[in-house]
C-alpha cells in the first residue's frame, strides 16, 4: 500500500511533466515567430516600395490603349488582291501593286496600277487595268485612268482616257474617246458602256467601224 507521501510526490512529477511539456511547446512557438516575423516585415516593406511603381505603370498602360478617332492611321498595302462579289454571286478581283487610302476611315484608295478581273455570263470575262485607279469601298465603284486598257475575251483591245466599273451592278462606261481593234477590224467612238449582265459593249456619239478586208472573205 502506498504511502501519502508517495502519492503527492507521484502527482507532484506528473505535473511537473505537464509544466516542462507546456513550456517546450511555447518555446517553439515563440521560436517560429522570431524566424517568420522578420520575413514578413520583409516583404510588407517590399510590396509598400514597389506599389506605388506598380500602380504607375498600370495606369500608364491603359493610356496607350486609349486611341482617339483622328489618331488611326491611314491603310496601305502592297501587291494585295480585293475580291468583290456582285449581285449575281460572281467575285471579280482587284489587284495593285499599291493601295493607299486617301484619308484615315475614308474607306476610299488609290490604286498604283490596278487590273480588274470581272466575270460575264456564259463563261466569258473582261480584263481592265491602267497606271492609276481609284476605288471607293463603301459603294464597290472603280474609276480607272491615265491610258485604261480593256480587253474582252471575244477578242477586242480597247483604249481610252478613264473607265468607271460600278462592281455591285456589274456595269461600266466611259465618258473619254475610246479606240479599239478586234478580229473583225477597228472601231472609234466618242464614248461607251458596257454591261456584265448582257455581255453587251455598246459604243456611243460618233462612231467609225473598219472591218478588215480579209475577215469579209472569211464570211
Sequence with gaps: MLKPEEIDNFFQETQSRHTKTKMSSHSRYVLLAKLLLPAVAAVLATTLLVWPTLKKDISEFKIDFDIKKGDIEKLSVDKTTIYITDKNNRVNNLAAEKINEISA???????????????????????????????????????????????????????????????????????????????????????????????????????????????????
Excluded at 105 to 111: I, K
Excluded at 120 to 142: H, R, V, Y
Excluded at 195 to 219: A, M, P
Aim: hydrophobic share 35%.
Design 105 to 219: 476611315g475614308s474607306q476610299t484608295f488609290s490604286l498604283t496600277t490596278p487590273e480588274a478581273i470581272l466575270p460575264l455570263s456564259n463563261d466569258e470575262w473582261l480584263s481592265i487595268k491602267s497606271p492609276d485607279g481609284i476605288f471607293t469601298q463603301k459603294n464597290s465603284l472603280l474609276q480607272l485612268k491615265n491610258t485604261v486598257e480593256l480587253f474582252y475575251s471575244r477578242g477586242l483591245n480597247i483604249q481610252t482616257d478613264q473607265i468607271f466599273f460600278d462592281f455591285k451592278t456589274s456595269e461600266g462606261h466611259s465618258e473619254s474617246a475610246v479606240s479599239g481593234e478586234g478580229f473583225l477590224g477597228t472601231i472609234n467612238s466618242e464614248r461607251f458602256e458596257f454591261s456584265g449582265k448582257t455581255n453587251i459593249l455598246t459604243f456611243l456619239g460618233k462612231t467609225t467601224i473598219v472591218i478588215n478586208e480579209e475577215t469579209l472573205r472569211k464570211e
